[in-house]
């Protein structure tokens, strides 16, 4: 079924923007590797694709080769826009930066980044997606852990001993099984915050939501402390 609203075209739900002609419907899939030996702090930032950071495993095509350590970075889906995408992995010192932007205006994006790390502690990782949701896999490890999304969701199961997440529009949940003492400061603005603490023996958050619950059921049976800030304005607050 297709119905014209504003001039633009949409088809099962999806805005397919017949009110510009020059927005096309453009498929995207590229990837990129680079050595990451010396490297220490990754930064990944995306305009409109949902990030997923995950580690490199036996079973992964990426594997590390002949000793060497790689970021591998792997940009697909389809985008509705007037203008290009582009996809870039440089180094800055010990630092890998990915950025995956789409100049011109975009309809509607199905498009996806996922980066791929080997499995090593990582000084820092930072992860900002503008529009999109934006994820942190199990065995992703860091010290010092920051995500922002403007608009999506934002889901983190990595270890970590410090870690911000922000986002304006979308929910946030966090879950961790402790392997030293942890701090969280994890804020939304419309939606709600759920951080799910494992070997944790001890807790001290400041939480807060103007327009929704805050609940706490700590289960103290761990060695750890776990101590931030967690806070909601439109949504509920939970720390399990």
Same mark, same amino acid.
């Given at each position: 079924?297709?119905?014209? !609203?504003?001039?633009?075209?949409? +088809? ?14 453009? /498929? ?10 010396? !490297?220490?702090? !990754? ?9 997923? @950071?995950? +580690? ?5 095509? @990426?594997?590390?080769? $002949? ?8 940009? #697909? ?10 996809? /870039? @992995? ?25 980066? #791929?790390?080997?499995? /090593? ?45 922000? +986002? ?10 402790? /392997? ?24 001290? #958050? ?14 103290? +049976?761990?060695? $750890?402390?776990?101590?931030?800030? !967690? ?10």
């Amino acid at each position: 079924m297709k119905i014209t !609203i504003n001039g633009n075209d949409i +088809t099962n739900g999806r805005i397919i923007g017949g009110g510009n002609p020059l927005v096309e419907r453009k /498929k995207v899939d590229e990837t990129k590797k680079i050595k990451a030996e010396e !490297i220490s702090k !990754i930064k990944v930032e995306s305009d409109c694709a949902n990030v997923t @950071v995950s +580690t490199i495993n036996s079973t992964d095509a @990426v594997e590390i080769n $002949y000793g060497e350590e790689y970021v591998e970075v792997h940009y #697909f889906g389809e985008v509705y826009t007037d203008g290009n995408t582009e996809l /870039k @992995v440089t180094t800055s010192g010990d630092e890998i930066i990915v950025t995956a932007k789409t100049k011109g205006n975009i309809v509607n994006s199905s498009l996806k980044l996922n980066v #791929f790390i080997p499995q /090593k502690v990582c000084k820092s990782i930072s992860v900002k997606s503008q529009n999109g949701c934006a994820g942190i896999c199990k065995n992703v490890k860091a010290k010092r852990l920051r995500i922002d999304s403007q608009n999506g969701r934002i889901v983190s199961e990595a270890t970590f001993e410090e870690i911000t997440a922000k +986002t304006m529009n979308g929910s946030i949940d966090i879950g961790i099984r402790a /392997k030293s003492d942890i701090e969280v400061k994890a804020s939304s603005m419309n939606g709600s915050v759920f951080v799910e603490l494992e070997n944790i023996g001890s807790c001290n #958050f400041s939480t807060s939501s103007m327009n929704g619950s805050v609940r706490n059921m700590y289960h103290l +049976t761990g060695r $750890y402390k776990a101590t931030g800030e !967690i806070s909601s304005m439109n949504g509920n607050v939970i720390i399990w």
